[in-house]
């Protein structure tokens, strides 16, 4: 269980969580001021942002810069991750959970750079952030979301375990406007389930 003090969590708690399996090619850890480069870089493509609900087109360096400030801010059931390549150190995407309304469910989120889609890093990272969050954080339930369009987030979710929940609609800043969304969840019984299943391999 993490340590609380008025609402917040001692920083050690929030250490990236022990990956899945050994042979994985990511790790996560928290984003840094070194990383504003490749951040911007990466984070500055529409077809990044369309996907996601708050991400900015353009992506500038103030926003680089706000990311790495909010991810150092310990908050009760959240966390926020730069997906790195093991064999680099080299940051490639972002990861998260949180809260997105007080008292309301836990959602994760993720991106990669264009240059890294396609080969199940994001799979690899959201594994890891799920047992983050499941094994640091009293929560019940995780919920995560992706765009019909979007295939590939929608296999990412349902390789880490999320069911299919319903469809809805959300406002994308990247996108323009509202777009419809399927959405997912995972529960703590679930997880377990899953875990235990996998060591029993």
């Known amino acids: 269980m993490v340590v ?9 708690s929030l250490a990236a969580a022990p990956l899945p399996q050994e042979a994985v090619r990511v ?7 070194d990383d504003l480069a490749d951040m911007v870089f990466l984070a500055n493509n529409k077809k990044v942002a369309a996907n996601l609900s708050t991400m900015p087109h353009p992506f500038t ?14 908050q009760l059931h959240s966390a926020t991750f730069a997906i790195r390549l093991k064999i680099t150190g080299r940051l490639i995407g972002i990861t998260r959970y949180a809260n997105v309304e007080p008292e309301g469910p836990v959602h994760v989120g ?6 890294f889609w396609g080969q ?10 799920v047992d983050h969050a499941f094994t640091y954080h009293d929560i019940a339930e995780l919920q995560g979301s992706c ?3 979007n295939p590939a987030s929608r296999r990412v979710l349902v390789k880490s375990g999320f069911q299919y929940r319903d469809q ?3 406002r994308s800043i990247g996108a323009g406007g509202s777009v419809p969304i399927e959405r997912y969840t995972l529960e703590r019984a679930v997880w377990k389930s899953l875990k235990r299943w996998g060591q029993g391999r």
Do not use: C, F, Q
Not at 4 to 12: A, I, K, T
Not at 61 to 74: G, I, Y
Not at 120 to 129: I, Y
């Open 4 to 12: 609380e003090s008025d609402g917040l969590l001692d920083e050690s």
């Open 61 to 74: 360096l103030e926003d680089a810069r706000s990311l790495v400030a909010k991810s150092a801010l310990n």
């Open 110 to 115: 993720y991106w990669l750079g264009e240059p």
């Open 168 to 170: 809805a609609m959300i």
């Open 27 to 33: 790790r996560l850890d928290k984003p840094r001021m």
């Open 147 to 149: 765009r019909v369009t």
């Open 120 to 129: 199940g890093l994001a799979t690899e990272a959201v594994h890891a952030l």
